[in-house]
């Protein structure tokens, strides 16, 4: 085996043990010792690939695509990630239910929330929204409606589908965007909260 291939296979057993462990008996209760146990792998070579059970943690959620949306280019359509981000949560249901579920501490959800913050800003940005304590609580609801619905996922309150997840989150906060920012949607679009289209020079700070 290639030391290459070595890093990756000791990598990764680190990692699934971390996030077996997490389902078993949540983050706050896993040490490293556990972590090195269940990989069965010495604590110097646990060392020689993370500083603490944090940096694992953090490894895992570098898996999780969906926490790194594309923002969108140009005049498309707004929060396009949605309905991808409920279909990729879905696919990696037992990585994400170890590192977003009840058991999982706040850690992930503060990184989650933050990346996703990134994105909703720059497409709101984009659709005509000026750099303002407004556009600050706009980010914050549209942000907080999206991980609402995931976290109730997640923690098995809903059995809805990607597709119904999206359609809800849309209904949810597309009327208050187009109510921020008015003059950004044609009316024909503006008339269909399951997938507005910013249109091209409108909207505030658009010439």
């Known amino acids: 085996m290639s030391g290459d291939r070595r890093v990756r296979r000791t990598r990764r057993l680190i990692q699934e043990a971390l996030v077996a462990l997490i389902l078993e008996k949540g983050y706050d209760a896993v040490t490293v010792t556990d972590v090195i146990d269940r990989a069965d792998v010495g604590r110097s ?4 690939h993370f500083t603490d059970k944090q940096d694992v943690l953090f490894s895992n959620i570098e898996q999780l695509t969906f926490l790194h949306p594309a ?16 279909e990729h949560v879905r696919e990696q249901e037992r990585l994400v239910r170890a590192l977003m579920g009840r058991h999982s501490g706040g850690l992930v959800h503060a990184r989650g929330e933050r990346l996703l913050a990134a994105v909703v800003r720059s497409e709101l940005v984009a659709a005509g929204g000026r750099e303002s304590a407004s556009l600050d609580l706009l980010v914050i609801c549209v942000v ?30 597309m009327p208050g965007v187009r109510a921020a920012l008015p003059g950004t949607f044609s009316p024909v679009e503006g008339a269909n909260s399951g997938g507005l289209r910013a249109r091209p020079g409108s909207g505030p700070g658009r010439s």
């Open 71 to 86: 923002p969108a280019e140009g005049a498309g359509e707004l929060f396009a990630f949605s309905r991808p981000m409920f």
């Open 144 to 173: 907080g409606a999206f991980m609402g619905l995931l976290r109730a996922w997640v923690d098995g309150e809903t059995t809805a589908t990607p597709a119904e997840l999206d359609a809800a989150f849309r209904a949810a906060v």
């Open 45 to 48: 070579t646990f060392y020689a």
